[in-house]
Each structure stands twice: as structure tokens, then as C-alpha cells.
């Protein structure tokens, strides 16, 4: 028998060692953390209660959250099921104390533009109606269409549904992200790092927990870069299992969100390019297959997700055409211009550490988000130069693709001195720390050890409390409390909800208004109503809002424009607004500093001929439809407190099956050689009640702030 024709015998490889036991506080370290997350909601009831150091007790249940689980994913000890259930709890811990400031309905302002288009999809109106607020989001409609059928199978509230889908969304993106760098480092101790730095990302409380496409479009990314790789280790030709998840990503994240789809088409092609590069290269590494033969399949298999992902996202760009473009230049545009006018001395830079209104950031803030910078640069530098000289991912070209993308970290810290280029900054951070992460974890591990253990907790706090703060802007974003004016959620209080219920009680379908941005945001949440702005194919109205008497320049903006319904919330006049603008930004400077809106400004149309109001009090809504010769009828419909709320009887059941599917999921992982121990037994109640007593206290303080029992006294209808 020659060489080339003998069987090959493999030698059965040698048994790993036994399983560890774990670390016998992991359990409580989950127990205490939400013991931080009780702190926090305690301190969300005393900001709906109008009552001051909500603040504090925001800043102490951070740190209660993060540091018993850090304790835990940095030490030695944990086994790998730990660590990846430790991480897990944390991410979801960190989404439930961003949650939990606003349980019943979704308030912040990205969420608020979703909510309209899910309204849409769940209301009959399809999957492409117009959203005035974001108009391309109905073509970007994973996240509705996801959560439209959560709440078509289980008949839960809205928001709820909402919160799973975003849940499952996190959980996907910390599983993902854990089994990828334990792949590419052969560690499960430095996946637990990287899912523990990567929740010290800037944007990885704030922004990414909100209903929004971006949540789950990363989410897609991630587990397409998982499923490619899985086909990369998997022994078949084209494993049929990992490129149907591949496929099933790409599709998804397509018809998520534009700038991630195209970002995910570019790492791709970088990867595929590395592989094709490192064909020629012997040698072993750890970003790939094995040898020469690996880097041939891996670049085979990492090119057909390529052009898969190439077709599916630029046919996709093609089909949605000016829309996309109409959104997104204008908004490079003006970074371009703004940092190029902020480095040629132009332009004025960023004025930091206070926003719009002149409200400033405390000291001690200041410190912790410049501490966590600081921080992260160092690691980029030292774990970046180690990984470039072969000593943690391997020696492989591959290596520049994690290196070069955590790299750009400190370029994104000097796009913030511009306001517009902050925000692309701020979402690309979102992408830059998945590479971040690895690059530093695998760098970190080895030196775990030789470092003092509550430093290295202490640093992790730091940068858990610098991304917190940098990534979610003012305190007043981090709180419940009262009124402010132009503060997203802040803004939306029982006045505004009651406008806005009103509107979806009696606003006729398809009626036009006029009204700040806030607003504009709300009402299409509870009606059948479009607001009237310049990004939504009409024209910018502001000035309605701004001249001391009705003039004919605003009866001529109201004819123009079919405007139904002007809705004026007379608080705009307490102080500039905070986060920016009052109403739609003027085209010609969309970043500027807004003129103060006047008190007469605002009630001018209590007197004026044709202005009939309709809901008094703080905010109140004119009907205008005299001013149009158009008849002044009214819709009669049920009003409800939250979007969506009737639920049928797939509550039960649904809730029932979900219960039982738990259950049988537990007792199959039960292993009867490692019986349950009372003190786990103990552990584990005392975490999932107090974890449920800060949902029942955020839920119970918020409706009685939100929804009051007398607040429907100031609707007056005027038929």
C-alpha cells in the first residue's frame, strides 16, 4: 500500500482535564448585582416623584451592578459555563437598569420614530407607510416586522414585546460575541473580559439598548462573523448549518439598518482579502484555518459570504435608491464641514461638558469619562503593539483586521470636538470595540494574575462609568424626573401623553400637524397623524412657532402645508431646550444654538381668527381646519395609556407555554451527579426577586407619573 493511498489513523487525542467546579460566589455575585439594579429603580421613584438624588442612587446601583460580576469574570477560578452566564447577566442587568427609567412605553427619541412605524405595520397601514419623523425606517424593517410578530404570536403588550425582542437581541450579541473570542483566543477567561469590556463600551447602555434597527442589526453582524467562521472549522466542503445561519444573517442585518449592512459587506471583504494573502504563509495562527489548505478554504468560504452579503445589501441600496441618500449625505455633509471648520479654526469646536440649555457636567463626571479614555487608548497601544509582534492572536496577516479596525478608537475621540460628527463617532464606537475587545482581552489574560484583583475590578468601574457617561449624554438622560424642556424623555410627562391620547382618541386619519419636535415624535405613536417637517418631504414650519402675532407668513405655511392641527407645548418657553432644538433644525444651520422661544410666541393662538383650541392645558391643540375650508369632524375611538396595549387571549396562553418551556428546559440541563444545593437554591430566589421588586417599583412609580388619575379633566373637545 504506497503513502498516498494508506488510511490514516488518528491518534485519539489525549482527555482534557476534568471540568471545573466553578467559583462558588458566582451566584451571589449575580444576587448582588441586582441588589444594584433594586438601588437604581429605588432612585428611578424618587425621580418620578419629583424628589432630588435620584442621580446618586443611579451611580451606586452602577456600581453594585458591575463590580460583584466583574469580581467574577476577571478571577481564575469560574468555570466557562459561569463566565458566559455571568456575562449574560450583566448585559441583561445593564439593559434592565436602562429600561426600567421609562417601563410602560418607549420615550426616548430614536424609540419613539420606531414605535410610529411598528404602529404602522400593526395597524394594517404596511410595511412601507411613511414615517415623516424617520423616513427610512419602513425600509428598513426587520426590527418592526421581528417585533410585530412577537406580538401577533403572544398577544403581549407593545412595550413588552419591544423589551423581548431587544432582550433576545442582547442575549444574541454577548453569546455570539463570548463563543468568537473564546474561538479566536482558545480561552473562555478572556471571552469573559471581552463581553465585560465590551459592556464598558460607550454605546453599549445607552444606545444599543434602545428599540431601535441598530440594536439588532449588530446583533446579525456578529452572528454572521460566528456562522462564517463555524463553516471555517466545520470538516464538510460547504457545511450546509453554519452557511444557512450565515445566510439567515445576512439577511437580517440587509433589512436592518444601511450603515451596518455596508460596514458588515467591508469587514467581509477585508477578511476574505487577509485570507487570500496568508494562503502563502505557513504556519500556524489562530484567526483561520490551520496551514496553507486552511487559508484556501477559509478564503473560499469567508468570499462566498462576501459576495452573498455584496448582492444582498447593494440590491437592497438599490430598491430604497434617493431615499437613503436624501437621510444620510446631509448628515455627512454637514460632519465634513463642521470638523473641517472646527480644524481650520473656522468654526467654533463643540463647547464640552454642557449642553444646550447651559446645564453643565459635574466634575467629577468629567474626570471619569477622560479616566476611561485614557484608559482605553493605553490598552489600544500596549495590546495593539503586542498583537502586531505575534504574541496573542497569532502570527498571521489576519491579525491586522482586529488591530487596524481597534485602532481608529482614538480618531473617533477627536471626531467629537464637532456636534454632527459626534453622533457618526458615537455609532461607529459600536463597531470599532467588537475588535477592540479581542485585541485587549487575549492581551490582558496572562497579566490577570500579577495584578492586584480589586485594582483591576476598580479600572473596570472606571470604564464601566466613563462609557456610561460619555455614550448617554446629561444626567438628566439617565433619570426619571420632571418636566424639561427639548430633553427627549424628560419631555414626554402626563401633559404630553395626554395630548398625544387625545390626538389618537379624535384626530381624524391622515390629519397634518404642526408641533415641536417632541411631540412630533409622540403623537404618531397614538394617531393616525403625520407632523409637518422639511425631512419628510414638506417644509420646515418653525417659524410658525416663533413670530409674536399670527401673521399672513403662517396662515400661508398652514394653507402650504394641509396643516390640520397646531399642538403647542407652552413650557418651551421656560429655557432653551437641552437637547439642541426646539423644533425641526433650521436647514441652513442644523447644529446652531436655537433663538430663545418667547411666552407670546406661544399663546398667540389663543386669540387668533381660525384657531379653535380643541385640549387645554399645558400643552394645547389648536384645530385650523377652518383656515383650510375643511369641515371640523372628529373621530370617537377608544383612548389607550400605551401604544397597543389590548391584549387578547394569546396572553395566557402564550404566557403559559413560555412558562413550561422554562421548566423543561431546566430540568434537561439538570445534572443528577451535581445535585442543586439549598445555598444555590437561595442565592438564586433571592436574585430573581430583587430583580422583580425593581420591575414592580419602576412600573407602579412610573404609571402614577405618567397616567394620574385626574389628568383627563383638561381635555375639552369643540365640536
Known amino acids: ?215 439588532i442589526a449588530i446583533t446579525f453582524t456578529l452572528g454572521l462573523i460566528y456562522f462564517v467562521q463555524r463553516a471555517i472549522d466545520a470538516p464538510a466542503r460547504w457545511p450546509r448549518g453554519p452557511l444557512a445561519g450565515a445566510l439567515a444573517m445576512i439577511i437580517g442585518v440587509t433589512l436592518s439598518h444601511h450603515l451596518t449592512s455596508w460596514l458588515t459587506v467591508a469587514v467581509l471583504w477585508a477578511w476574505a482579502l487577509l485570507h487570500r494573502l496568508g494562503e502563502h504563509r505557513l504556519g500556524e495562527h489562530r484567526l483561520g484555518g490551520d496551514r496553507v489548505g486552511g487559508h484556501r478554504r477559509a478564503t473560499r468560504i469567508v468570499s462566498a459570504a462576501a459576495v452573498a452579503s455584496t448582492v444582498a445589501v447593494g440590491g437592497w441600496t438599490a430598491v430604497v435608491g434617493s431615499r437613503i441618500s436624501t437621510y444620510l449625505l446631509p448628515l455627512f455633509s454637514d460632519a465634513q464641514h463642521q470638523l473641517g471648520g472646527v480644524l481650520s479654526g473656522s468654526t467654533n469646536s463643540k463647547k464640552l461638558f454642557v449642553d444646550t440649555s447651559g446645564a453643565q457636567t459635574p466634575p467629577w463626571e468629567r474626570v471619569a469619562m477622560f479616566g476611561s479614555m485614557l484608559i482605553w487608548v493605553a490598552l489600544v497601544v500596549v495590546a495593539g503593539w503586542s498583537a502586531l509582534r505575534g504574541r496573542t492572536l497569532g502570527r498571521s496577516r489576519l491579525v491586522l483586521l482586529p488591530v487596524g479596525v481597534a485602532a481608529l478608537y482614538p480618531l473617533l475621540l477627536l471626531a467629537r470636538v464637532s456636534p454632527v460628527a459626534t453622533n457618526v463617532a458615537d455609532r461607529a464606537s459600536t463597531f470599532v470595540f467588537f475588535a477592540l475587545v479581542l485585541v485587549v482581552a487575549v492581551w490582558a489574560v496572562p497579566h490577570l494574575d500579577r495584578v492586584n484583583r480589586v485594582a483591576t475590578v476598580a479600572v473596570t468601574v472606571v ?36 395630548a398625544a391620547r387625545w390626538a389618537g382618541a379624535h384626530m381624524p386619519a391622515g390629519s397634518a400637524f404642526a408641533s415641536d419636535v417632541t411631540l412630533s415624535a409622540l403623537i404618531p405613536d397614538y394617531a393616525d397623524a403625520s407632523p409637518v417637517l422639511a425631512i419628510g418631504g414638506r417644509q420646515n414650519v418653525s417659524d410658525l412657532f416663533f413670530t409674536p402675532n399670527v401673521d399672513g407668513r403662517d396662515l400661508a405655511l398652514i394653507r402650504d402645508n394641509g396643516i390640520a392641527f397646531v399642538v403647542v407645548d407652552t413650557r418651551l418657553s421656560m429655557s432653551l431646550p437641552h437637547a439642541g432644538t426646539y423644533f425641526e433644525p433650521n436647514v441652513d444651520n442644523p447644529a446652531g444654538t436655537p433663538a430663545r422661544v418667547t411666552a407670546q410666541s406661544l399663546t398667540k393662538f389663543e386669540t387668533a381668527p381660525g384657531f379653535v383650541k380643541v385640549l387645554d392645558g399645558p400643552v394645547r391643540i389648536y384645530d385650523v381646519r377652518t383656515i383650510l375650508g375643511q369641515p371640523r369632524t372628529y373621530a370617537d375611538r377608544a383612548s389607550s395609556p400605551v401604544p397597543g396595549s389590548t391584549v387578547g387571549w394569546q396572553l395566557i396562553l402564550s404566557t403559559l407555554v413560555v412558562g413550561v418551556a422554562l421548566l423543561v428546559l431546566v430540568a434537561r440541563r439538570r445534572r443528577p451527579t451535581r445535585p442543586t444545593r439549598p445555598l444555590q437554591l437561595l442565592l438564586g430566589a433571592l436574585a430573581i426577586a430583587v430583580v422583580a421588586a425593581a420591575i414592580v417599583v419602576a412600573i407602579v412609580s412610573a404609571h402614577s407619573a405618567l397616567f394620574p388619575a385626574d389628568h383627563g379633566g383638561e381635555i375639552a373637545v369643540t365640536r
Open 463 to 498: 470604564l464601566m462609568l466613563g462609557g456610561v457617561i460619555l455614550g448617554s449624554g446629561p444626567d438628566w438622560e439617565r433619570v426619571p424626573g420632571p418636566y424639561l424642556v427639548g430633553a427627549e424623555q424628560r419631555s414626554v410627562d402626563a401633559s404630553s401623553l395626554a
Open 1 to 215: 500500500m504506497t503513502a498516498t493511498a494508506a488510511t490514516r489513523v488518528e491518534t485519539p487525542a489525549p482527555p482534557g482535564p476534568a471540568p471545573r467546579a466553578g467559583d462558588p460566589r458566582a451566584l451571589l455575585a449575580v444576587a448582588v448585582s441586582g441588589a444594584g439594579l433594586l438601588v437604581q429603580t429605588i432612585g428611578y421613584a424618587l425621580g418620578w416623584a419629583g424628589r432630588p438624588y435620584a442621580i446618586a442612587y443611579f451611580y451606586t446601583g452602577l456600581v453594585l451592578i458591575v463590580a460583584p460580576c466583574a469580581w467574577v469574570l476577571i478571577g481564575r477560578s469560574a468555570s466557562r459555563a459561569q463566565r458566559l452566564g455571568v456575562g449574560l447577566s450583566l448585559a441583561l442587568l445593564l439593559y434592565l437598569s436602562y429600561f426600567l427609567t421609562s417601563p410602560l412605553l418607549a420615550t426616548r427619541f430614536d424609540e419613539t420614530l420606531h414605535v410610529a412605524t411598528l404602529r404602522s405595520v400593526l395597524g394594517g397601514d404596511g410595511v412601507f407607510a411613511a414615517n415623516s419623523m424617520l423616513p427610512v425606517s419602513p425600509y428598513y424593517p426587520a426590527l418592526e416586522l421581528i417585533t410585530a410578530a412577537v406580538r401577533w404570536l403572544t398577544g403581549w403588550p407593545v412595550t413588552a414585546c419591544e423589551a423581548v425582542v431587544v432582550v433576545v437581541a442582547r442575549a444574541g450579541l454577548v453569546l455570539a460575541l463570548y463563543l468568537l473570542v473564546e474561538r479566536f483566543t482558545r480561552s473562555a477567561r478572556a471571552a469573559g473580559v471581552a463581553v465585560l469590556l465590551y459592556c464598558a463600551s460607550s454605546q453599549f447602555y445607552f444606545f444599543n439598548a434602545q428599540f431601535a434597527y441598530q440594536t
